[in-house]
């Protein structure tokens, strides 16, 4: 679509009323914002920003809205609704950032809102050493929303419960003691942006949340099977694609084949990681090192630091020559997928690590000129309107390798194995090298087959050793996304919500720990 | 401007009002709470982010017979209050029968904690915030370090309301700061951090100064091999480990068979530890209500080394035959008899661990929890503080860790939040997996 922004710079510094009537065209075409408060709230912030010598300034109007319907067995165990509604106003005055938000819609709490921003900028102003410098962006005007069919707020939550009562009842059809819960959480985010660059830009996105779990209880021994499938920035039209509801029944298969499965015999192996589970994999061991502000020290206080610092791009074998990761928010489906970031920037696709070796970094428009780029990635984010947008990170996936290979070909060319489904347990370092996993399913693989089901299985390893001990990529065919709802980063915590790509991919020699061991893992 | 608190009561008896003409015989719960929230981020000894917020939170339960729904908006105008009340109606409405849903709690008396409020946090502004903030950079810039650090208040009121009589409304504060500090060569971390409900107290400088001890005194770790070792865990440490055995011991999982505790009597721990929860204790200062307005006692959850309360939800309580049990912000776990120093002092061979990150449970039928050390590790020898060494990855049983506890210091610390103390504690045979090469 596209739109004239010449009206809208023009304007910005006249009254509410001139910049309506200039827009119209604009209004008509988005047909979304038909509340003539928020024209005027955008204006109250640029033009006081503007009349006091801000640098820069942009504002956000932005809703959350997130319905969460769950059932515990047999019964409904919460139904909510929440929404949160309000303006952040960002400011660049003196070379320091100021933030301030109402929850008011309003032009006169907005402007009070951007003074108090601006008298914030110019307090911590004297404590910058460097001052703030954004890389340049088209001022683009423009819409973008979720592709979808059915809006998941408009299907009655009767039905939703229906439907996740249905499917507990699945999981709970056991000879042993069972417990079931399972959850649908739809979320939408509206949001409205505006800069003194120019530009004004409004986006919907909508996300679904589907997910179930079971757990069996025999003899003073327990286990729980989650469900694999993941949330997806999608309409309700994703479920009957997903297999929600058709997976139940092997889910509580797999459980009753879990408790009774043997304990894993600790060791190195090679481990082959569907996508359901190697995503988190690739999101805390690729997705979190190459944000440029973690690799900096904007995050030590916090989330910690990077070891793939900015003297290694270019020079660091991060992964085998076969692996491509790559990051993108135009993936289709991706949680972190949207038109443009929260500094206004267009999104894209690039290149983390090429061939193996360590290239690119997520950026904003602060950041870009830190490892002198030209232009911004296009990752700045805010979960809400009382929140500052920071860095945070797109999706990340990777490559599927150029061929037809499926998990079934990556098991037939395994000697000695374990096949992993489903994420578990997680974590890493400050910097990003020492990792733990667990998953939901676990399968011996013997000479090409699987032989049995295993259960308490962790495998550890380092970033570097791990993703160079990647010797087979699934094909384009298997490919999936995985996903974060809620990824958490910053200070004030923010949550982000991101997907990672990836086939059923083999690693070779990986270190595996049992969980249950009497020695320790 | 958040509400005060003649409006944050007016606002919760207007939405039960709503809720009353919509449907009269409904049951009713209302939480509101009104805020004022501010931050100062620093790193690389500059401040990069600084903003500040007026944040409210309202929350409407509608119960009608064993039907319910529940609604959230940040918006407290009339008009948005009346259609939030509709919605949670019509939700109610639709919504099959739960038979977990407790009635909504009456009229109960509660005495307002004044320790958990200080009127200097509600006045600090922007430029006292930055004058902090300055002197928090001072250490850094003057010793060639790399600081990092983040200094948040949180002002406002907490209210709820219920249908039955139900009304608290009660004000709290809180504040944290803290700063990581890091060497130029890249191989010595440390941090120093404040937690509290008041500002009386925090002196910015001390903890970046300390900071900067721990990175200096970590700079340059050798390497030592992963294995069960005696090990001293710093407040921030233990703390870590504390929050997650709470978080652990509930009685419903345990009566359903799928949690650690599920059968288990008698001690389970070592007799030094006791963990409890008091919203008097001036230690810990807490609201004296939980989420669903229940005036909060003192709550012992160990004592001397034996279970002695799993948090229980009303619905359970009542299932079971018990009494609902807690909800409690925070906790102390209790301390010993000794100075930081003699618990060092005690040690042939182990490793002093200043903190804990990314902790995360992996089996919880031995409570095995895995994380990492951070920010100052250092190897014991002889009773001494030989030199820092690497970082680890450790998979611990939290059961086991607490069993095999033989000491804790004097003095405890608010390094986890405002309402929450620690001692530094030392056990054994604690299972330093693998080696981090993280600094």
């Known amino acids: 679509m596209t739109l004239s922004r010449r009206h809208f710079i023009t304007s910005t510094g006249l009254t509410a009323a001139a910049v309506l009537a200039g827009r119209s065209g604009l209004s008509d075409a988005r047909g979304l914002v038909v509340d003539t408060v928020l024209l005027a709230v955008i204006d109250a912030a640029l033009s006081t920003a503007r009349a006091a010598g801000a640098a820069y300034a942009d504002v956000r109007v932005h809703r959350r809205r997130e319905e969460n319907v769950s059932v515990r067995d047999d019964h409904p165990a919460g139904t909510s609704d929440s929404e949160r509604y309000g303006v952040g106003v960002r400011v660049l005055k003196g070379g320091a950032w100021g933030f301030a938000s109402t929850s008011r819609v309003d032009p006169k709490e907005v402007q009070l809102a951007t003074r108090k921003a601006l008298a914030i900028a110019m307090a911590q102003a004297p404590l910058r050493q460097r001052p703030v410098e954004l890389a340049p962006t088209p001022a683009y005007v423009d819409v973008w929303q979720t592709p979808l069919e059915k809006d998941p707020f408009k299907i009655p939550v009767a039905d939703k419960l229906e439907l996740l009562l249905g499917i507990s009842q699945t999981l709970r059809k056991q000879k042993v003691t069972s417990f079931a819960e399972a959850s649908l959480s739809s979320r939408l985010e509206w949001k409205l942006f505006a800069s003194t660059d120019g530009a004004l830009i409004e986006q919907s996105i909508t996300r679904l949340g589907p997910s179930y779990a079971v757990t069996l209880v025999k003899d003073g021994d327990f286990v729980q099977r989650g469900w694999d499938g993941q949330a997806m920035q999608a309409g309700w039209e994703y479920l009957a694609t997903s297999r929600f509801v058709e997976d139940a029944e092997k889910v509580a298969e797999d459980a009753r084949e879990k408790l009774a499965a043997p304990s894993v015999e600790p060791g190195k192996r090679d481990l082959i990681l569907s996508p359901e589970n190697l995503w988190l994999t690739i999101h805390e061991s690729v997705g979190h090192p190459t944000e440029l502000d973690r690799a900096l020290g904007d995050e030590a206080n916090f989330a910690g630091t990077s070891f793939a610092t900015p003297e290694k791009l270019k020079v660091l074998q991060y992964a085998a020559p076969a692996v491509t990761l790559y990051a993108d928010k135009t993936t289709p489906g991706g949680l972190a997928t949207c038109g443009y970031d929260d500094d206004g920037v267009k999104t894209g696709r690039w290149n983390l690590v090429e061939q193996g070796r360590f290239v690119g970094y997520q950026t904003t428009r602060e950041q870009a000129g830190w490892i002198g780029e030209k232009a911004s990635r296009g990752c700045s984010y805010a979960q809400d309107h009382a929140s500052v947008p920071f860095q945070r990170m797109p999706n990340v996936s990777l490559a599927p390798s150029n061929t037809t290979l499926g998990v079934k070909d990556l098991i037939a060319a395994t000697d000695d194995g374990i096949y992993v489904l489903g994420d578990g347990s997680w974590s890493i370092d400050h910097q990003r090298y020492n990792f733990q996993f667990t998953g939901q399913m676990f399968y011996e693989v013997k000479k090409g087959k699987v032989t049995r089901a295993l259960r308490d299985v962790a495998y550890q390893s380092n970033t570097l050793e791990f993703w160079n001990a990647c010797d087979l990529i699934g094909g384009p065919g298997e490919w999936r996304l995985g996903s974060a709802f809620d990824d958490g980063k910053g200070e004030p915590m923010q949550s982000n919500p991101v997907s990672h790509g990836c086939a059923p991919t083999r690693f070779r020699k990986i270190n595996v720990l049992n969980t249950r061991a009497k020695k320790g893992a | ?439």
């Not at chain 2, 003409?21 to 004022?36: G, H, R, T």
């Not at chain 2, 006292?128 to 010793?143: S, T």
């Not at chain 2, 004296?288 to 229940?294: A, I, T």
């Not at chain 2, 035959?321 to 005690?346: K, M, N, Y």
Request: charged residues 20%; aromatic residues 6%.
């Open chain 2, 1 to 439: 401007m958040p509400l005060s608190a003649k409006q944050l009561k007016e606002a919760m008896q207007q939405v039960l009002s709503f809720a009353r003409a919509l449907e009269p015989k409904a049951q009713v719960f209302v939480a509101l709470d009104s805020a004022n929230q501010a931050h100062v981020r620093f790193s690389r000894n500059e401040v990069t982010t600084s903003g500040e917020v007026d944040q409210g939170h309202l929350a409407v339960t509608v119960m009608l017979g064993q039907r319910a729904a529940t609604s959230t908006s940040n918006q407290t105008d009339a008009a948005s209050m009346k259609a939030l009340v509709e919605r949670t109606v019509r939700l109610a409405r639709l919504a099959p029968e739960d038979p977990e849903l407790m009635p909504v709690l009456g009229a109960e008396k509660v005495t307002t904690n004044e320790a958990a409020f200080d009127s200097a946090i509600e006045r600090l502004d922007a430029k006292g915030r930055a004058e902090i903030i300055r002197e928090a950079l001072g250490p850094g810039r003057e010793r060639q370090l790399a600081t990092a650090g983040f200094f948040a208040t949180w002002s406002g009121l907490i209210g709820k309301a219920s249908s039955a009589g139900l009304l608290h409304v009660h004000p709290a504060t809180a504040t944290q700061f803290s700063v990581t500090a890091r060497t130029a060569s890249g191989t010595g971390s440390g941090r120093g951090q404040f937690h509290g409900r008041r500002l009386t107290g925090l002196e910015p400088r001390a903890v970046a100064e300390r900071a900067c001890a721990t990175a200096k005194a970590s700079e340059g770790p050798r390497r030592l091999d992963p294995g069960r070792y005696t090990v001293v865990l710093e407040p921030a440490a233990s703390a870590s480990l504390a929050q997650a055995l709470l978080d652990s011991m509930d009685r419903r999982a345990a009566d359903e068979g799928r949690s650690f505790f599920a059968g288990k009597s008698g001690p389970l721990f070592s007799e030094l530890v006791s963990l409890s929860s008091d919203p008097r204790n001036p230690r810990t200062p807490m609201l004296p209500f939980d989420g669903e307005g229940r005036a909060l006692s003192a709550q012992a959850w160990v004592t001397k080394g034996a279970v002695s309360g799993l948090a229980t939800s009303r619905y359970w309580a009542k299932k079971s035959g018990t009494q609902p049990v807690g909800g409690h912000g925070g906790f102390e776990l209790a301390g010993g008899s000794v100075d930081r120093a003699a618990l060092i002092a005690g040690v042939k061979r182990g490793v002093l661990i200043s903190r804990f990150w990314y902790t995360n449970w992996v089996e919880a039928q031995n409570l095995l929890l895995t994380g990492l050390t951070r920010d100052g590790t250092f190897l014991i020898e002889n009773g001494e503080i030989a030199g820092p060494v690497n970082n680890f990855r450790f998979n611990q049983s939290v059961a086991e860790a607490f069993a095999k506890c033989d000491a804790l210091s004097k003095d405890v610390e608010a390094a986890h939040d405002a309402e929450t103390v620690t001692p530094a504690l030392r056990t054994h045979e604690f299972l330093l997996a693998s080696v981090s090469e993280a600094v």
